[in-house]
């Protein structure tokens, strides 16, 4: 009788570490005081020229020459971005810049997935060879490709127009590559092959089947390709001209003159990252929701 008393007890005491993993491993985590202070440090540093940036479109010219350099906000906010928008002509540059953005952004997205989807799922010939020739375009310098794309632009008559900055970027070998590794994991080709046996089109395999599985990476290429495009300064500013900028281009009017004025510049750059921060705040929910479903799937 004793016997059996002590098999069932050492039974129990063996099952009791695993049920206590069981329920360990439901436990939601939490962050210790040196994470905190980690993360605090990370958003300091990352923030700070930013705030730098607003910091120093507060204040006048002369005050940022002095020494020690002010470190907190001034009365002439106000005054130094109406001067920047006045100067640069923001109000045209935003709107080509969004026009410009967007466009870029939605084709990016749009053609990225459709190549990444055919490189990681359909079968035809010389696709291996494709995929390398289309990675080894990131290889080559954009600096490379300016001449031949300014004359090429100027034989089309396009020259200080808009679509000579989002034609050459309708489409990039990175948002292929980008949506092809994500494809490959997160959509089974199973999956399609049900929809074809259900008789579904290859239209329809793509917007209901393929669209839905790579959500969350079209999010992030969406984000990634927009800051880009936004950003972008070497192209636009040598196929437009101030007549026609986007909003960098329009910045670079600021920095001319004998003497520049150092407020009103960091007032353009600070208008010229508002719509970032916009853009950020409105969707960064969805993407970083994103980036966590994707994380799962994989």
């Known amino acids: 009788m004793s016997q059996l008393t002590i098999s069932r007890a050492g039974r129990r005491d063996a099952k009791a570490p695993r049920q206590r993993g069981r329920m360990g491993a439901g436990k939601q985590l939490h962050a210790g005081p040196v994470t905190y202070l980690v993360l605090a440090v990370f958003a300091l540093v990352s923030l700070a020229p930013l705030v730098w940036t607003a910091v120093a479109a507060s204040r006048t010219d002369r005050r940022l020459a002095q020494t020690p350099p002010p470190l907190w906000f001034g009365g002439n906010l106000a005054r ?54 289309t990675i080894g375009t990131m290889m080559i310098p954009p600096q490379l490709a300016v001449v031949p794309l300014y004359l090429w632009m100027s034989d089309l008559g396009w020259s200080n127009q808009l679509q000579t900055v989002i034609l050459p970027s309708l489409v990039t070998a990175f948002g292929t590559f980008f949506m092809r590794q994500y494809l490959v994991q997160a959509l089974p080709s199973e999956l399609i092959e049900a929809a074809r046996v259900d008789g579904a089109s290859s239209l329809r395999i793509v917007w209901h089947v393929v669209f839905p ?86």
């Open 80 to 133: 130094n971005l109406e001067a920047a928008w006045d100067q640069a002509g923001l109000g045209t540059a935003m709107l080509n810049s969004v026009i410009v953005a967007g466009t870029i952004t939605v084709s990016t997205v749009l053609f990225s997935t459709l190549a990444g989807f055919a490189f990681a799922k359909l079968r035809f010939r010389f696709s291996g060879v494709l995929l390398l020739l």
């Open 213 to 298: 599985a790579a959500r969350p990476a079209m999010a992030v290429l969406g984000l990634l390709t927009f800051v880009f495009a936004w950003n972008d300064f070497l192209w636009p500013i040598i196929a437009l001209t101030q007549q026609n900028p986007t909003v960098q281009v329009a910045l670079n009017s600021l920095g001319t003159g004998y003497v520049p004025d150092q407020a009103v510049i960091m007032a353009g750059a600070l208008l010229g990252t508002l719509p970032l921060l916009i853009a950020f705040l409105l969707f960064g929910k969805q993407i970083v929701g994103g980036i966590m479903q994707g994380a799962i799937k994989g």
